[in-house]
């Protein structure tokens, strides 16, 4: 049978916040743009961050102001315009989880943040909470510092929802049978090659924008560059019925906050169930470290940093994730979001956003690479024989549904 040919001026691959956003601002230009999702939207880094969009204060704390810290520090703006609905998309539908993030000290560190809060660095950016002010989760408590910052923290799925919902019929699931093929300068992306299906996407720019899934794309067209390096972190995710919700980073020695929480609601909650997800120094060490080491790490920072919390009837569980990012010497942490056009192939756009929260930031650096949209395509996607992808669970939601499962899953622990 002959092989369909589609046309597209942009073809996204990679169904995480920034693909989805990336396809919505192209989307706007009125550009012929789809995206096409291996998995699961969400189901890599976008649904095992921690929702937060922050302003680099933790970035600055640890003395690093620089691209990081500068290129990040309009996002909490520039996102609570989306979320209000008048910002460059529409984002009132996602939930918010907390429009407050805290800071708080062990007291250890507590003259650190005290010299760093009174220097002219953190511009407005964060306001020091007592008394009624606290979060409810301090008060009553004896804790010597609390920081409140301009900081949101997003529901990562209704996030999703949000970006996903006006363009599904842009947005599809690639069949396992794909392939990718180069001619001469150009790549192409060939569907159900092995069938009578077949078709094959040709398009004027292809957008790789797959977190850890861009090695394998680079890998399958035969390209080195840009490289790709993975920072890898354990999280714990701790099952309770605490009432308390909260987000913050706890301050220690380290550069990156001793522990970071964010709370979440359960998929299975039938007597206020939440997961405090932590991340942070605890998830960096713990990328070293098995399950029932990290989980033991994270019982002991909980004793000590909230002695008045009983977790006895807890359940947890880890999650391992990869910080997939451009590659840097030394493998530090990149100053901002990247895009770069590979080398070797005309056609293909290479990119990170490195965080959640630099979204917006790598969709300006990726349309940034695009030639001007000369010649209109028609709009119809004549893609009937994909299927749409969907949303992925919360990864919570998977590890406490499947307390028995093994390689590539933390076991549920009690």
């Known amino acids: ?3 369909a040919y589609i046309e597209l001026d942009t073809a996204i691959i990679g169904g995480g916040v920034a693909g989805l956003w990336l396809l919505n601002r192209l989307h706007q230009q009125g550009r012929h743009c789809a995206l096409f999702e291996r998995d699961a939207l969400g189901a890599g880094q976008t649904l095992a961050s921690q929702g937060m969009i922050h302003g680099g204060i933790k970035y600055t704390l640890a003395g690093a102001l620089s691209g990081a810290s500068e290129a990040i520090a309009d996002m909490p703006r520039r996102w609570g315009e989306c979320f209000a609905g008048h910002g460059e998309i529409d984002l009132s539908e996602a939930k918010l989880l ?3 993030f805290y800071m708080f000290s062990s007291q250890q560190s507590s003259s650190k943040i005290s010299t760093f809060l009174a220097s002219k660095l953190t511009r407005g950016r964060v306001e020091a909470v007592s008394g009624d002010e606290l979060p409810e989760l301090f008060k009553g408590q004896d804790q010597a510092q609390v920081y409140k910052l301009l900081d949101i923290v997003v529901d990562t799925p209704s996030l999703l929802n949000a970006l996903s919902q006006p363009l599904s019929e842009r947005i599809f699931k690639l ?12 790549a192409h992306l060939l569907l159900n090659s092995k069938s009578d ?11 790789f924008c797959a977190g850890e899934g861009n090695a394998a794309l680079l890998e399958s067209l035969g390209l080195e560059k840009p490289a790709m390096q993975r920072r890898p972190l354990q999280q714990v995710c701790v099952k309770h019925t605490l009432p308390y919700r909260f987000y913050g980073h706890c301050m220690g020695a380290e550069s990156t906050p001793r522990l970071t929480i964010s709370s979440h609601p359960c998929a299975d909650s039938t007597e206020g169930e939440q997961v405090w997800y932590l991340g942070g120094s605890l998830a960096e060490a713990g990328a070293k470290q098995s399950e029932a080491e990290v989980i033991t790490c994270a019982k002991k920072e909980l004793r000590e940093l909230f002695p008045w919390l009983d977790f006895s009837d807890a359940e947890w569980c880890s999650l391992p994730i990869n910080r997939a990012e451009p590659k840097q010497k030394g493998l530090v942490r990149p100053d901002k979001a990247f895009a770069s056009r590979a080398e070797g192939i005309d056609n293909v756009i290479v990119g990170w956003p490195t965080k959640l929260a630099l979204s917006p930031n790598f969709a300006d650096q990726a349309m940034a690479l695009l030639p001007v949209n000369k010649t209109s395509l028609p709009q119809d996607l004549p893609l009937p024989r994909l299927s749409k992808a969907k949303i992925a669970p919360a990864p919570w ?13 933390a076991e549920h622990i009690k």
């Open 175 to 186: 069949p396992s049978d794909h392939h990718w093929k180069k001619d001469g300068k150009s």
């Open 397 to 409: 939601d998977r590890l406490f549904a499947n307390s028995n499962t093994h390689s590539g899953d």
């Open 1 to 3: 049978m002959a092989q």
């Open 98 to 100: 907390s429009e407050d």
């Open 197 to 207: 299906k077949a078709q094959e996407i040709r398009a004027r720019n292809f957008i």
